[in-house]
């Protein structure tokens, strides 16, 4: 494998559009738990993206919803393809980070290729080795890719199953199919 290159700009203004369509749509279907009329509550985010992902350090607005039926009050957080979860580097440095993290044997060489710390990637690394393998996501995905899915190459056998002609679309697809890991107050049906 080569050197990962800094994604474009253009890949990140992408992901924001994916994520506005992603809460519109969460947003206009009402509050998950009442109905009533979902209002804009997003919070402030200091993300991370590296050497790979320098242009998604300037989002700093996890997108996010708050019910505004009294009584209910509830947030309604949109699954995400800019952001992981909680954690503090942006998804996908999170997913290449951790595939760089398969093949760089020193951790010099993994933090000079992508800005993150190994002890952070080799985390990661670990995290989608497994747990990710317990979650339905991953066990819909292995039964539907017939064995082409594999714990012990995750995240690359992901990426791999999930790739397009370009490496930013694959990318996109990739973070798109595991966007409902991103968020516990919104129910996603998802399917590769």
């Known amino acids: ?18 994520d506005r369509a992603l809460a519109e749509e969460v947003r206009a279907g009402g509050c998950p738990h009442c109905k009533g009329p979902l ?18 350090e300037i989002w700093d607005r996890r997108w996010s919803l708050c019910c505004g039926r009294d009584g209910c009050r509830r947030r309604a957080t949109p699954p995400s393809v800019r952001f992981f979860g909680r954690r503090v ?10 595939v760089v993290a398969l093949w760089a044997r020193r951790a010099g060489l993994l933090r000079r290729v992508t800005g993150v710390p190994a002890r952070t990637a080799r985390r990661w690394l670990s995290w989608w ?3 990710f393998p317990s979650t339905s996501l991953f066990v819909e995905a292995q039964a539907r890719a017939a064995g082409r899915l594999k714990a012990e190459a995750l995240p690359r056998s992901l990426l791999d199953l999930l790739a397009a002609r370009r490496k930013e679309e694959g990318l996109r697809r990739t973070l798109l199919w595991l966007s409902p890991l991103t968020t516990k107050s919104v129910l996603v049906d998802q399917a590769v």
Not at 39 to 56: D, E, I, V
Not at 89 to 98: D, E, K, Q, T
């Open 1 to 18: 494998m080569s050197h990962p290159a800094a994604l474009p700009v253009e890949f990140f203004r992408l992901l924001e559009v994916t």
């Open 39 to 56: 209002h804009w509550a997003s919070y402030p985010r200091k993300p991370r993206g590296g050497l790979l992902g320098a242009p998604a």
């Open 89 to 98: 580097y942006v998804g996908g440095i999170v997913l290449l980070a951790s």
């Open 129 to 131: 080795q497994t747990s």
